[in-house]
């Protein structure tokens, strides 16, 4: 039965998810200056790239130095911006019902690409009272010489991107009387245009826009009991575009110019956590969290509403937590929360078509949150991907199944979760290398064909 929804009645960081469209003054196209790439669709616009493993191993081209956090790094304009949490007391238990205490500071960190100098860093006390409590979460994001960067309590800092300095700044407990969610702030704040989004909590500002060079508010919208994690995304079908908030309750759609409420559809994940944003294209909309929560949906143009085209069902579709899924133009591939396997789903009805759990924790494993983070190269088939192992692994990913090309360890295991030793930090993939981080360091690894 189709479903349908209308409206009744101290540093710098950033964003989620947009359409793949020039949508912000974003640096060059092999650059990865925010989340999830240029246009926040997972996809490196990038040639000349290794389509197989060398014999003799990836070349490392530097190591650096860093402390706690999953905040992946962002480069742009020959730097690497990196959030972390330097903890000074408390221990770090990793335990999904248990808040952590801890005593620190959190740091944003500017970085040379070309060697991994350290050109200036931005740190503020910040006293931690969440669980999984190893550092931020937000990867920073890097537009109009300014880097965005969003702390795990709520800290939202614009600061100059060459040398660090406080342009403005927001406490989202303060401003807004906001409670940091039990794991701390995940919604990765969103540019568009001369506006930032974000998920900000406290009564009717659940949703707030600002202007990203002054940080004064536009508008705020909504209110919940609970912010959830997943951030605000941005779609647009036929002219029309949309800002979708996923709180705990309910897929919010908004006008992203007023914050006037489009559509409002219940999606309720369990233990109240969406976390990956949906994912578009072709004005196709899906939407996917823990406890079966799987939804395709049929934007409509003309007046922003959507249709309900399936649902998933615990054999089918597929239900990532720690990492956003890849859309391509008939597939959907993801890490599902339950079998921590990497499955490849049919747009068209949710059919699983393949899974593996080789590029997350291994086939001959057990365990759930298996995670593997995706980077589809161009329109190919090829995928760079990072697994939760310290693996960089090459693969290509179609319809057919899994063809693994070859992999190397780049990174240890230093942090926990599910019972085993992991990594769970999103790369950034740019000049020709991935960036990668655990609580450790931060690498760079070179992908150039021509290099080898």
Request: charged share 20%.
């Amino acid at each position: 039965m189709v479903m349908f929804y209308t409206l009744f009645g101290k540093k710098s960081y950033v964003f989620s998810i947009l359409v793949a469209v020039a949508l912000v003054s974003f640096s060059r196209a092999d650059e990865w200056p925010r989340w999830l790439g240029p246009s926040g669709d997972s996809v490196w616009h990038e040639s000349g790239l290794l389509t197989e493993m060398p014999e003799d191993g990836l070349k490392v081209s530097w190591r650096a130095p860093v402390a706690y956090g999953y905040s992946g790094p962002a480069v742009a304009n020959g730097k690497v911006y990196l959030m972390d949490y330097v903890k000074r007391s408390g221990d770090i238990n990793n335990r999904a019902g248990w808040k952590d205490q801890l005593e620190g500071a959190e740091r944003v960190l500017c970085l040379s690409a070309d060697t991994g100098e350290l050109l200036w860093k931005y740190e503020y006390d910040r006293p931690y009272n969440m669980s999984y409590s190893g550092g931020p979460r937000c990867t920073p994001s890097v537009v109009d010489g300014k880097v965005y960067a969003l702390g795990g309590e709520g800290d939202l800092l614009c600061l100059d991107a060459d040398t660090g300095d406080v342009i403005w700044s927001k406490s989202f407990a303060d401003d807004y009387g906001a409670v940091t969610p039990h794991w701390g702030y995940s919604n990765h704040p969103l540019i568009d245009g001369d506006t930032l989004y974000c998920v900000v909590g406290g009564e009717g500002s659940l949703a707030v826009a600002f202007d990203k060079d002054t940080g004064e508010e536009r508008w705020r919208a909504l209110s919940a009991t609970e912010q959830g994690y997943c951030p605000p995304t941005l779609v647009e079908y036929k002219g029309v575009r949309q800002l979708l908030i996923w709180e705990p309750e309910s897929l919010n759609s908004l006008n992203p110019d007023t914050g006037a409420l489009n559509w409002s559809m219940p999606l309720r994940p369990a233990f109240k956590l969406p976390s990956v944003s949906p994912r578009s294209r072709d004005g196709k909309l899906f939407a996917s969290a823990v406890g079966n929560i799987g939804v395709m949906m049929q934007l409509n143009g003309d007046n922003p509403s959507v249709e309900v085209i399936w649902e998933g069902t615990s054999t089918e579709a597929v239900y990532p937590v720690n990492a956003t899924p890849v859309m391509t133009e008939d597939m959907i591939f993801g890490c599902d929360v339950e079998t921590s396997a990497l499955i490849g789903v049919s747009i068209e009805d949710g059919t699983r078509l393949w899974q593996t759990k080789a590029p997350t924790i291994g086939e001959d494993q057990k365990g759930r949150h298996g995670t593997a983070f995706l980077a589809r190269v161009g329109a190919s088939d090829q995928f760079f991907i990072f697994s939760e192992t310290g693996h960089l692994i090459l693969a290509n990913l179609t319809a057919s199944g899994y063809e693994e090309l070859g992999r190397q360890k780049i990174l240890e295991k230093t942090s926990s979760g599910a019972g085993r030793s992991l990594v769970w930090s999103h790369p950034a993939f740019a000049y020709k290398s991935v960036f990668a981080r655990n609580d450790k360091e931060l690498v760079r690894v070179d992908l150039d064909a021509g290099s080898y």
